[in-house]
């Protein structure tokens, strides 16, 4: 055999950046390092490192800290490999830095200004000749080469594809981007979308793109085709999009690499609100979908809400555990929701570890609609977040108890209650229960997840008429039709809900930023691609104050489909000084057993400083990013309204650490070790909830 001489550099070079790690290696790869979205491709936000542990952890100190220049929200959870940290900025700009130190060793910005959608990370892809970063950029896929951040000109187009390639005609014109990292299987990626929520979402089909070349490889598609398996679920046609979408993944996905099986959470069909266009059960909506990670075939589907009306998405990654039940091993998916559920199936089968029983759930009272009879709901594990409230229940701090107390008994309440014209409180709220951060596991099946307590009011009522917005000039009508909802009638918004007020938004903002916007989103604002041109400027033009009145009532350009009802907005249930209507706990943090299904324990998570100055005890608050649980017997988590960093002692939930951020870290944290020293790292953009505006990366270790 010819022997093949290979330079000790190149060698060395070629090893460290190699994706083939054997046993021998695993110390000293994936177990110090955080390679994936969530820590690995079981998403249970793991590592087992444990210098860091319940004796020393009151010791930690700020390591260093990574000022990125772009501040605003950032929900990146980083990725560390070979001593090298990758993340994203608040505009959506990926960078790399030395993880020992925080200094930084390349940044790549895509398109001009960089990008309004939030973005959650990266993904890291290696073989043994290159090392690769895939990263979603307005609706692209781009290839970056790891070690320089230049684009991989090999990979479709100069280093990108776009996110619409396996969705169909239909979608070329529509809102497309993604917010989560993609999910590997080899030299594939199996890329998240984000779509609208409205009659004119582009289907959700879950899409595989090859790293190497970024040819398209499968995709599935959520609403199925004729002849597929699902399709007689929906009315004839659906698929075709003309008046329903969606049905997408965005929140991420796990894998299980062994077995070649990609675990797929998908959110409710477009319009999210009323269905009355798409009678029927609706599947692959609001489901679990275990397919074939090569091929995209399906092996087994869980539907959790069928025929959604409540934009109850399925909102993290589920988590790949193995548990002991019955004397028995058994490997589990393990989904939460944002209802405050955990769904436990078996793997390979799909059966349920627990029993999750039908139950029968109200009618809708709205002409057209049909809203399905029962809805799944487990026996078992209990849930983890509040499904009620009774005048018990009201705020006992609320100066205006009384008016919340009519607010309330004038609401429709409970499970799956239909929204109609009556308003309905919705509780877990619109948020959660479970979020985009979703849930931690570690090595002994015990899963840590934090929770919303926010009731939120919701009602729909008719939606105008042609005739009835006639005397509007056209800017006015476009934002009566796409804008009020969110930002109000006379544009004050609803700061308290998250929704900014558009006065005077000329004082604050040039008009390209803000016609940029109407067209890609920003966090939870969707992007308007159905608006034409024309439009677009005429709304500009009515939000900057200076639209002539002679414009046209009316504009030609395509349109959107109108459904019957529209959603009038999402009000979040408070008091008259902005705190929940209900009483605390506001936000929480549980552990739960998942071989027995037991609550291990329960802490409120968060807290109002004045509140707290007041006597009255930690209430909790809402909370947004993942924990993360490690083998020193830690959980670290952020995510709360007042931008505190924490450490729990798993076993039990006693808080032993905390730390004031920069601005509140509203990301899961990732932990990792350089050089014989464990870091944990988080990511400090602030801005949710009316939090201060923050441009860093924070990391701790020990002294």
Not at 351 to 356: E, N, T
Not at 466 to 480: F, K, P, V
Request: with cysteine; aromatic share 10%.
């Amino acid at each position: 055999m010819k022997k093949i001489f290979i330079p000790a550099i190149a060698f060395l070079a070629a090893f460290s950046i190699s994706a083939k790690i054997t046993l021998t290696d695993r110390k000293k790869t994936s177990d110090v390092e955080w390679p994936e979205y969530l820590g690995g491709a079981d998403r249970n936000h793991y590592s087992s490192l444990n210098q860091i542990n319940t004796t020393n952890v009151r010791q930690l100190t700020k390591a260093w800290e990574f000022h990125s220049l772009d501040s605003g929200q950032v929900q990146c959870n980083p990725i560390i490999v070979n001593g090298t940290l990758y993340g994203v900025t608040a505009t959506n700009q990926v960078f790399a830095l030395d993880a020992a130190t925080g200094k930084e060793k390349w940044r790549f910005k895509a398109g001009k200004g960089g990008g309004l959608n939030t973005n959650r990370g990266v993904t890291y892809w290696s073989s043994a000749n290159e090392s690769r970063i895939m990263y979603a950029y307005d609706a692209w896929l781009y290839a970056l080469d790891a070690l320089t951040g230049q684009p991989v000109k090999s990979f479709g187009e100069d280093g990108r594809v776009s996110l619409k390639k396996g969705l169909g005609p239909t979608a070329q014109d529509k809102f497309v981007i993604s917010n989560t990292p993609g999910a590997l299987y080899g030299d594939l990626i199996v890329m998240p979308l984000r779509l609208s929520e409205g009659p004119d979402a582009a289907p959700g089909n879950v899409q595989a793109f090859n790293v190497i070349t970024g040819e398209l490889a499968w995709a599935f598609h959520t609403i199925p085709h004729p002849g597929e398996f699902g399709y007689s679920t929906w009315p004839k046609d659906v698929y075709k999009n003309t008046e329903v979408g969606a049905a997408n993944n965005w929140a991420g996905m796990a894998v299980d690499k062994k077995r070649g099986i990609i675990y797929v959470p998908t959110g409710s069909a477009g319009f999210d609100f009323y269905g009355g266009n798409r009678a029927g059960q609706n599947l692959f909506a609001n489901s679990l979908v275990a397919l074939n990670a090569k091929t995209g075939k399906r092996i087994w589907h869980f539907q959790f809400v069928h025929h959604d009306l409540w934009d109850r998405d399925i909102p993290a990654p589920p988590n790949l555990v193995t548990i002991k039940k019955d004397n028995k091993t058994i490997d589990v998916v393990a989904q939460v929701t944002k209802l405050g559920y955990v769904y436990i199936f078996d793997r390979v089968t799909g059966s349920p570890i627990f029993p999750i029983k039908e139950i029968p759930v109200p009618k809708s009272d709205l002409a057209g609609e049909h809203a399905w009879p029962t809805q799944p709901v487990p026996t078992w594990p209990a849930p983890y977040a509040r499904q009620t409230v009774t005048d018990a229940d009201i705020n006992p701090y609320s100066e205006n108890r009384d008016s919340l107390l009519s607010i309330l008994r004038k609401a429709k309440k409970g499970l799956y209650q239909p929204f109609g014209e009556i308003p309905t409180l919705i509780l877990p709220g619109f948020d959660g229960g479970a979020e985009w951060g979703g849930a931690a596991v570690d090595q002994d099946g015990i899963m840590y997840v934090n929770a919303n307590e926010m009731p939120w009011i919701a009602s729909l009522s008719p939606t105008p008429k042609e005739d009835e917005l006639s005397h509007l000039s056209a800017g006015q009508r476009i934002y009566t039709l796409n804008c009020i909802v969110c930002h109000g009638p006379e544009r004050k918004g609803n700061p308290k809900s998250g929704y900014p007020s558009l006065v005077d938004i000329g004082q604050r903002r040039d008009r390209s930023y803000v016609s940029k916007l109407i067209t890609s989103g920003k966090g939870m604002m969707p992007g308007f691609t159905s608006i034409s041109g024309e439009e677009k400027q005429a709304l500009v033009n009515f939000l900057f104050g200076d639209e002539k009145v002679e414009v046209a009532a009316t504009t030609k350009g395509k349109k959107s489909p109108v459904m019957p009802y529209k959603f009038n907005g999402y009000n979040k249930f408070l008091d008259s000084k902005g705190y929940p209507a209900i009483s605390p706990p506001w936000g929480t943090l549980t552990a739960i057993d998942l071989n027995t299904g037991k609550q291990v324990w329960q802490k409120t998570l968060g807290e109002f400083k004045e509140l707290t100055a007041k006597g009255i005890a930690a209430t909790g608050t809402e909370n947004y990013g993942g924990p993360v649980v490690t083998a020193g017997g830690i959980l670290f988590i952020a995510a709360t309204k007042d931008g505190m960093f924490r450490a729990f002692d798993k076993k039990t939930g006693k808080l032993l650490w905390e730390t004031e951020l920069p601005a509140a870290g509203f990301a899961t944290p990732s932990t990792y070790e350089v050089n014989g020293k464990q870091y944990v790292v988080i990511a400090c953009g602030g801005t949710k909830l009316g939090t201060k505006k923050g441009d860093s990366y924070v990391a701790f270790a020990l002294p």
